[in-house]
């Protein structure tokens, strides 16, 4: 028992270094900051934004943007408020324009009840940060051609389109990490066969399985069910790759005398592996999860941009994407409706940085190397 106080020791040091790692690094600290914001904005997307996921109003359609005024008609600063607006078609052109009504303002409330929701998916509650009172309508973004809030939607895009990163880790992660220490620490013939079967996975073309798989799903599905099998099939296709890194370092560990002693001490093989080999390869895979987020949510997001990830009416910063590109006239006029595409951007930036900023933290020769 006293051999491994040392152990935990250099672990607490360590942890304290990652962190100062990244906290003393510019970029890594704004990009954790960033996607800090990002995820608690997620998860509070229903008391942040003015309007439910369930809402759309088929009469603004295609809204533009809601003008907020800060001047009364003195240019005298007053309190927030916007003005009704309402769709006509135009005399000369005959399309439909919105049309400001100036006869009643309407002030932008804070923490004003709206849609009810449950907040965390536990409390009931129906405030919201801001609104306005019917039948006027607050769109920050403007609206889409079902008449929902971009603005919204874009924070209930970021729940699957964030969270789904984090979902296809929970399973792509154990399944590479236990198959490639197995693998590694077993060796010879099981270790080859292991092997070739984890390279045929490799070798399947990723954009090509999952254009197929999701083709094929029943269109009854619901958006849950869609987004669960999403995970599963990214998840199916990322735990080869992990796997065969891992063997690769679990053949160097099972040498070490540590773990010789441990077998001779009468472990069994599988509780060798758990207990001392794949805690070895902690570094890596703190930096592999960070630099593999980015990629279920870019493999996400491309599945909805083409039509075949989750499904309208649920948003999802892909298939916002996707339904702006369907209307490129209406981007000429808002082209804030490419947000989401900004957003993607920004997130795989910011997780990517971290990566970085961690492979240097944890393996110095690469720090010192550059």
Not at 102 to 124: E, Q
Not at 261 to 289: E, R
Not at 318 to 331: V, Y
Request: net charge neutral; charged share 15%.
């Amino acid at each position: 028992m006293a051999a491994q106080a040392p152990a935990l020791a250099s672990t607490k040091v360590s942890r304290r270094t990652v962190f100062k790692g990244l906290w003393k690094d510019n970029v890594a600290r704004a990009a954790l900051i960033v996607l800090a914001c990002f995820y608690a904005a997620a998860a509070l997307a229903d008391l942040i934004t003015p309007y439910g996921m369930e809402f759309n109003d088929a009469a603004y359609g295609n809204a533009p943007a809601t003008l907020i005024h800060i001047q009364d008609e003195k240019g005298n600063l007053t309190a927030p408020y916007v003005f009704h607006m309402q769709q006509e078609n135009d005399p000369v052109t005959y399309k439909q324009i919105f049309v400001i009504l100036p006869d009643t303002k309407y002030p932008i409330k804070l923490f004003c009840k709206g849609d009810p929701y449950k907040l965390l998916g536990l409390i009931p509650m129906d405030l919201h940060l801001f609104g306005v009172d019917a039948p006027a309508r607050i769109f920050l973004l403007g609206a889409d051609m079902n008449g929902r809030d971009n603005f919204s939607r874009l924070f209930f895009g970021a729940q699957k389109s964030l969270t789904i990163g984090f979902l296809g880790l929970l399973i792509a992660f154990p399944i590479g990490i236990i198959y490639g220490g197995i693998s590694g620490y077993l060796g010879g013939l099981a270790d080859n066969f292991m092997m070739r079967f984890a390279e045929a996975i490799m070798s399947i073309p990723s954009l090509y399985l999952l254009i197929g798989l999701a083709a094929i799903l029943p269109l009854g599905m619901s958006s849950s069910q869609r987004f669960a099998l999403i995970t599963v099939i990214l998840s199916f296709i990322s735990w080869a790759s992990l796997a065969r890194v891992i063997r690769g370092m679990v053949l160097s560990i099972r040498e070490e005398e540590f773990v010789q002693a441990a077998k001779s001490l009468g472990m069994t093989d599988f509780q060798n592996i758990i207990k001392h080999v794949i805690p070895q390869t902690s570094s890596y895979l703190i930096i592999a999860a960070t630099l593999q987020v980015p990629n279920f949510i870019l493999a996400e997001s491309g599945l909805s941009l083409i039509g075949l990830g989750i499904q309208q009416p649920d948003a999802s910063w892909g298939n916002m994407l996707k339904a702006a590109l369907d209307q490129p006239n209406e981007l000429v006029n808002q082209p804030w409706l490419l947000a989401p595409g900004f957003l993607i951007f920004v997130t795989i930036l910011c997780f990517n940085c971290v990566g970085d900023v961690l492979r240097d933290v944890l393996d110095p020769k690469l720090a010192g190397g550059r």
